[in-house]
Structure formats: structure tokens, C-alpha cells
């Protein structure tokens, strides 16, 4: 992963895919996000303004589909304990 910190982002495009943000600024920026590789966006990073995200086709079935199974009454309380569960061992742990 490439690594970002303490870094100033302001009315452009991020791609995620493959990066890691940790202490950054997003100023009106544009989210693209493809799905072909992970990320991670710190919680010490800050949002201004009017923040966008642009989809690939893979990160848009995915997001679709979790949606949906959200939004299930049979699967959705066992889907929003399986990703409490996954962010509960800590961002360290995708990279396993």
C-alpha cells in the first residue's frame, strides 16, 4: 500500500485503490474508488466542503450488493455482525 500522511488534498481526484491516508485533509475532493484493491482512510483524516465519489464497476456490485443484504431482514443483522466483527481486529489485520 501507498502510504499518505499529514498530507493536503484540495478539489481533485483520490484514487483509493491501493493507498492508505492517514492525517490527511480532503478539501472538495473526489473519491475514486475502482475496487480492484483495498484502502485505508485513518480517522484522524478531515473532510471540508463538498466531498464526491466516483465508482468503478467492481466497487459499485459490491457496494450494491451490500446494500441489499443490509437491508435484508434475514441477512442483515448477520452481515452487520460479520463486519463488526472484521473492524473489531483493527485496520492492521486486512493486511494479512
Known amino acids: 500500500m501507498t502510504a499518505f500522511e499529514g498530507q493536503y488534498f484540495e478539489s481533485c481526484e ?3 485503490d491501493g493507498n492508505q ?4 485533509d480532503f478539501v472538495g475532493v473526489t473519491f475514486v474508488f475502482a475496487g480492484l484493491e483495498g484502502f485505508e ?3 484522524d483524516c478531515t473532510y ?9 464497476p467492481n466497487a459499485r456490485m459490491a457496494l450494491v450488493s451490500l ?3 443490509f437491508s435484508s431482514e ?7 455482525h460479520a463486519i463488526e466483527y472484521e473492524l473489531a481486529k ?3 489485520s486486512f493486511d494479512e
Do not use: S, T, Y
Request: glycine fraction near 18%; include cysteine; proline fraction near 9%.
Open 74 to 80: 434475514m441477512l442483515g443483522p448477520a452481515i452487520r
Open 21 to 24: 491516508f492517514r492525517g490527511c
Open 67 to 69: 446494500i441489499k443484504m
Open 14 to 16: 483520490v484514487p483509493l
Open 90 to 92: 483493527g485496520p492492521d
Open 48 to 56: 471540508r466542503g463538498q466531498i464526491r465519489m466516483k465508482l468503478g
Open 41 to 43: 482512510i485513518g480517522v
